[in-house]
């Protein structure tokens, strides 16, 4: 079975207490669905190319199907209203090979 993995680039968040709030209901809504953060927002970054310095997190989940469903879960998705728009993100959720 293929791997799937949630990509997220953002910029902002200069509320950490926002942020703060949302990792608070992310990171156990996550791990429940078996997520595993192969990097998170303070991991080093060196910017290519464009040259964009965002932040960059990638979470590994046993499967696409169930990176799919951890991201359309009830316990997700209040973790994305307490984040509101505090940050301009780019999410991805992506097939591993």
Known sequence: MKK???VVLSRGGS?????????ALAVPAIQSFGGRFLTM????????????P?????????????????HAS???TQALE??????DRDFRIV???
């Open 4 to 6: 799937g993995y949630w």
């Open 15 to 23: 509320d950490d207490s926002t942020f703060n709030a949302y990792a």
């Open 41 to 52: 927002p303070n991991s080093q970054l060196q910017a290519r190319e464009a040259g964009v």
């Open 54 to 70: 965002l932040r960059a997190v990638v979470v590994e989940f046993d499967s696409y199907d169930i990176a799919l469903k951890a």
């Open 74 to 76: 009830a316990a997700y």
């Open 82 to 87: 307490a984040l509101g728009p505090a940050a």
């Open 95 to 97: 097939e591993g090979t």
